[in-house]
C-alpha cells in the first residue's frame, strides 16, 4: 500500500513501525525491516500494509553509514517511510554549511570535537563528495517532528511551546543561519526538539561522558511533573555524580522545566542511549534508541491505533559485536 493510499485511510496510523537511531548501522537495520515483514522491491524496502518512520540520526559512529541513507532515503522518496531530522543530521548541516557572513566559516567552527562528531561520515563520503552534497540538500526538506494526531514522533523532546510557534514542521533557510549563534531563540528552540532539555551543573563538580568529555549539562526528562532533586530529572547514559544527583530542584530551575503531561498522545523520542529490555519510560512516552551503534539493539515500535504504548509492540535485533 502507499504512503497516500494510507493517507486516504481513517486508520493508516494504526501501521506505524516507528524506528531508533540506525547510526550507519545499515545491514542491522535491513535485518531489523526483514523481521518486520519488508521485502526491497524497485530499489526500497516496502511494506504491503505499514509505514516506517525513523526517528532521526541516520549518520555518524556506525560501518555503513552511506548505505544505512541510502536505504532510508530510498525508502521515504519511495513512500514507504518517513524520516524527521536527529540532532546529528542538524550538526552534519551546520558543520557543512557555510557561515552567511563571515568567509571561510561555517554555521558550526571545524573545531576538533566538531569535526570528530562528524568525522566517520566525512571519511565514507569521501569518495563520494557530490553525492554527500545532495544527501545534505536532501536532509534540508525533512521536518523536524511528526505529529499523526494518535501520536508523536521527535528526536529529543516535544516541548509545546517551541512547536505552537513553529509554522511549519521544517527547518527555513533562516532557521539554518541562525544555528551560527547558539544563543538566539532560533537555534535553542532547534535544540531543543533535536538535543532535548538540559540542566547546567554546577562548575565545582564535572562530569565525563564515556567519550571523556566533560559534559557542562546532562540530559533530562520532560515528563516529570514535579521532581524534588536532580536525580529525578536525570535521563542519560552517564549517571550524574551522586552530590549533583541530590541537590534540590530549585525555583529557577522549576520554572523552566518542560512537562509532557500524562494526557498528550503517545510520544516516541530517540537520542538518549538506553540499555536493556525496551520498555516505555513513561505512560505515554518511549524512546527506541537502545545503543545499536554500540552493540545494543536496534529498536522498533509497532503502532495499533490504541493510544497506548503497549510492551509487546516492540521489537528488536540486537547487533553482533
Known amino acids: 500500500m502507499s504512503l497516500n493510499s494510507q493517507l486516504e485511510d481513517a486508520h493508516w496510523f494504526d501501521r506505524l513501525d516507528i524506528i531508533g537511531d540506525v547510526h550507519g548501522c545499515e545491514q542491522t537495520l535491513s ?35 552511506r548505505e544505512a541513507l541510502q536505504l532510508v532515503r530510498a525508502m521515504v522518496e519511495a513512500g514507504s517511510a518517513r524520516m ?32 570528530q562528531v562528524i568525522a566517520d561520515t566525512l571519511a565514507q563520503f569521501a569518495a563520494y563528495p557530490d553525492e554527500w552534497q545532495d544527501h545534505l540538500r536532501w536532509l534540508r526538506t525533512l521536518p523536524l517532528y511528526l505529529d499523526f494526531g494518535a501520536y508523536r514522533v521527535v528526536h529529543a523532546c516535544w516541548d509545546d511551546a517551541v512547536i505552537s510557534a513553529r509554522r511549519s514542521t521544517q527547518l527555513s533557510a533562516e532557521e539554518l543561519n541562525a544555528m551560527a549563534d547558539p544563543a538566539c531563540p532560533d537555534a535553542r528552540a532547534i535544540k531543543r526538539l533535536t538535543s532535548g532539555f538540559e540542566v547546567a551543573l554546577p562548575e565545582h563538580c564535572p562530569m565525563f561522558s564515556a567519550e571523556g ?20 530529572l536525570e535521563f542519560q547514559p552517564d549517571a550524574l555524580p551522586p552530590e549533583v544527583a541530590q541537590l534540590p530542584v530549585d525555583t529557577a530551575l ?46 522498533a515500535y509497532r503502532t495499533d491505533g490504541s493510544g497506548l504504548i503497549k510492551p509487546q509492540n516492540f521489537a528488536w535485533v540486537y547487533v553482533d559485536p
Not at 219 to 231: H, Q, S
Not at 262 to 267: K, R
Open 31 to 65: 535485518r531489523l525491516l526483514t523481521q518486520l515483514g519488508y521485502q526491497k522491491e524497485q530499489g526500497a524496502f516496502r511494506h504491503p500494509e505499514r509505514i516506517a518512520v525513523f526517528v532521526g540520526d541516520i549518520i555518524d559512529r556506525g560501518p555503513r553509514i
Open 84 to 115: 524527521i531530522l536527529g540532532n546529528h543530521e542538524i550538526h552534519a548541516l551546520c558543520y557543512c554549511t557555510p557561515h552567511p557572513s563571515a568567509a571561510g566559516n561555517y554555521l558550526r567552527p571545524h573545531t576538533p570535537r566538531n569535526t
Open 213 to 232: 568529555y566533560r559534559r557542562r549539562s546532562f540530559r533530562a526528562k520532560f515528563w516529570v511533573d514535579n521532581p524534588a532533586t536532580l536525580a529525578d
Open 254 to 299: 522549576r520554572s523552566q522545566l518542560v512537562v509532557y503531561d500524562s494526557h498528550q498522545p503517545p510520544l516516541f523520542v530517540g537520542h538518549y542511549w538506553l540499555s536493556g529490555k525496551p520498555s516505555a519510560v513513561a505512560n505515554n512516552v518511549a524512546c527506541l534508541d537502545y545503543s545499536a551503534v554500540r552493540f545494543g539493539r536496534l529498536v
